[in-house]
């Protein structure tokens, strides 16, 4: 076999990327999702469509970069970062130990001006990204059930012609642009203020039905509304609301988060860890639940 090497991924590799993927890594996955990786609607121009590890004309290895450009800050100080989500790190178990992972991740972050993201981990390979400089994105979550309080006050839309007619320019590219996946986009209001919410909805420990926040334009009253929310959105049957941490930076009083079964991580010079959700990710390309 010839030196194997990393070098930026093209879309003239994408077939032999999802047959990696699908046939090592994980074939519950169906080939059409893996080849979303690389043929997102949402950014025309992308520069790269991540790594890979060639041997002999063979793609041996892969890790994603799914980029998006993201209008984040105070509505009145809106600026444009680009934010990558990592994704799907396979090596073939045969070049495995020569450091060739590790090269991947090292290309993948070159940029400094670009924010990088892993929101699904698994445990083992977690020293080698800390060692990278990948820090630590989030640990802890919070969770709301129902009760039998009242939530009076609070208006919530579900119809998305209805949000149109109310959100701004921007807000209304993330219902465009998330519209062909598996998220439900709420509008929040109370008192004249209002957030746009993004719920993944999915069955998870024991058929538990997980309300999953994926995103808060407005976080404060997103927080302040939660048990709120809760009660008008879960059903009878078990089901929890959850939000990761940094999304919630005044927590009810008294109530406690839960650790995170894996902690995600991330890199940025620019971003900081509540201005990081989970849009734009592999969580909606590949369909997965959030841990």
């Known amino acids: 076999m010839s030196k194997a090497f990393v070098r930026n991924a093209e879309h003239t590799d994408a077939d032999a990327i999802c047959q990696l993927l699908h046939t090592k890594m994980n074939n519950r996955i169906p080939v059409d999702y893996w080849r979303r990786l690389i043929d997102y609607q949402w950014l025309d121009s992308k520069p790269d469509f991540g790594r890979v590890v060639e041997a002999d004309g063979l793609v041996l290895g892969y890790c994603g970069m799914v980029y998006a450009d993201r209008m984040l800050g105070p509505a009145n100080q809106l600026r444009q970062e680009?934010?990558?989500?990592?994704?799907?790190?396979?090596?073939?178990?045969?070049?495995?130990?020569?450091?060739?992972?590790?090269?991947?991740?090292?290309s993948c972050i070159a940029d400094p001006t670009l924010t990088y993201a892993t929101l699904t981990n698994s445990k083992k390979p977690l020293g080698i990204v800390e060692s990278l400089g990948f820090k630590v994105l989030e640990d802890q979550r919070y969770i709301w059930r129902k009760s039998n309080q009242s939530s009076v006050g609070i208006v919530v839309i579900s119809d998305t012609v209805a949000i149109s007619e109310r959100i701004e320019l921007h807000q209304q590219k993330l219902i465009d642009d998330m519209r062909p996946y598996s998220l439900v986009p709420i509008l929040l209001e109370l008192d004249g203020q209002q957030s746009l919410l993004f719920f993944s909805i999915k069955r998870k420990d024991s058929d538990i039905l997980w309300y999953d926040l994926m995103h808060a334009s407005d976080q404060a009253l997103f927080v302040n509304c939660a048990q709120a929310l809760a009660?008008?959105?879960?059903?009878?049957?078990?089901?929890?609301l959850a939000a990761d941490a940094r999304f919630v930076t005044q927590p009810p009083i008294g109530?406690?988060?839960?650790?995170?079964?894996?902690?995600?991580?991330?890199?940025?010079?620019?971003?900081?860890?509540?201005?990081?959700?989970?849009l734009y990710s592999e969580l909606q390309l590949l369909d997965l639940k959030l841990d």
């Open 82 to 106: 680009r934010i990558v989500s990592m994704s799907s790190w396979y090596l073939d178990k045969s070049l495995r130990g020569q450091g060739l992972g590790r090269d991947m991740l090292i």
């Open 231 to 240: 009660d008008h959105l879960l059903p009878d049957t078990p089901a929890v």
């Open 255 to 278: 109530m406690a988060a839960e650790p995170l079964p894996v902690a995600r991580y991330y890199v940025s010079k620019r971003v900081v860890p509540h201005e990081i959700d989970h």
